[in-house]
């Protein structure tokens, strides 16, 4: 059996984080956790933001590359 490792700092482990936690924040009966979850989660969010925009630009930026080339 092969075991797959995501890094815990990449956009995939990130995109896992947010989908986990807004699913357990919607199940969460107990504010006090609701709360601490949605924390958790805006800070999940705000880094996979950061992450998905710089997909974002360095997409944008081969993308010119290949226009100007032809």
């Known amino acids: 059996m092969k075991i797959k490792v995501i890094p815990p700092c990449s956009i995939k ?4 984080r947010v989908n986990f936690l807004a699913k357990d924040l919607w199940k969460e009966k107990d ?13 999940a969010a705000t880094s996979l933001a950061r992450l998905e ?6 997409l944008q930026q081969t993308s010119q590359r290949m226009s100007e080339k032809s």
Request: net charge positive.
């Open 53 to 58: 925009l710089q997909e974002a630009q360095k």
């Open 13 to 16: 482990m990130f995109r896992y």
């Open 31 to 43: 504010p006090i956790c609701r709360a601490n979850l949605a924390l958790q989660l805006a800070d």
